[in-house]
Nanobody, 116 residues
Framework: VRIVESGGGLVQPGGSLRLSCVASGSTFSNYVMSWYRQAPGKEREWVAVISSTTGSRNYADSVKGRFTISKDNAKTSVYLQMNSLKPEDTAVYYC??????????WGQGTQVTVSS
């Protein structure tokens, strides 16, 4: 199984970025996909999650109202639209997929830097 993130980069405060994550190498029928992030010197923190079946979503308080998670089941993909970005959003963003059998997969991460 391979998880690949993309879409990171350098953006000014107040700007937007859209991260993408694609899972391949197996057939997934029922799973949840999440975004996490890790800033320098800090622990990895959960950002958002979406269910492949119900589409239900949840967000960390720090990003609620600014970030939107979405999915494309046909492509086993998840996206993170990030608006009104702040310097404190700077981190490596990781995609995570967990199946109903508790198999847990991670990508290599994509760097997001918010700076003027």
């Amino acid at each position: 199984v391979r998880i690949v993130e993309s879409g990171g980069g350098l953006v000014q405060p107040g700007g937007s970025l859209r991260l993408s994550c694609v899972a391949s190498g197996s057939t997934f029928s029922n799973y949840v996909m999440s975004w996490y992030r890790q800033a320098p010197g800090k622990e990895r923190e959960w950002v958002a999650v979406i269910s492949s079946t119900t589409g239900s979503r949840n967000y960390a308080d720090s990003v609620k109202g600014r970030f939107t998670i979405s999915k494309d089941n046909a492509k086993t993909s998840v996206y993170l639209q990030m608006n009104s970005l702040k310097p404190e959003d700077t981190a490596v963003y990781y995609c995570n997929l967990v199946t109903t059998t508790r198999n847990d997969y991670w990508g290599q991460g994509t760097q997001v830097t918010v700076s003027s």
